[in-house]
């Protein structure tokens, strides 16, 4: 009955809170940053198979994930997401 209550009257709650449970399930990386303000801001998450991370750049292939600063590189990193298993290559 209290379930039911909660149901009807907070339709953005609900929908906050699966996507809450959803983003904790999905492989993701969270910004950091000296400024507690600032840190965990961004999510950016890593779809099934190679997911790219570098710098944007003029070439045709883009990274998935586009960063920006003095240590980050064209082809930064690439993530492999299979089978509930996630690992990383430096480039």
């Known amino acids: 009955m209290v379930l039911q209550y909660v149901l009807n009257h907070s339709g953005n709650l609900v929908v906050k809170l699966v996507q809450i449970l959803l983003a904790v399930q999905t492989p993701h990386l969270v910004n950091l940053n000296e400024d507690p ?3 965990e801001c961004l999510l950016y998450y890593l779809k099934d198979g190679l997911t790219k991370v570098g710098q944007p750049s003029n ?3 883009q990274p998935d994930i586009q ?3 003095a240590h980050i590189i064209n082809h930064h990193c690439t993530f ?3 089978d509930g298993a996630t690992r990383y290559d430096v480039m």
Do not use: F, K, P
Request: hydrophobic share 40%; net charge neutral.
């Open 59 to 61: 070439s045709e292939i």
């Open 37 to 39: 303000l600032m840190s």
């Open 80 to 82: 492999a997401n299979r």
């Open 67 to 69: 960063l920006s600063g």
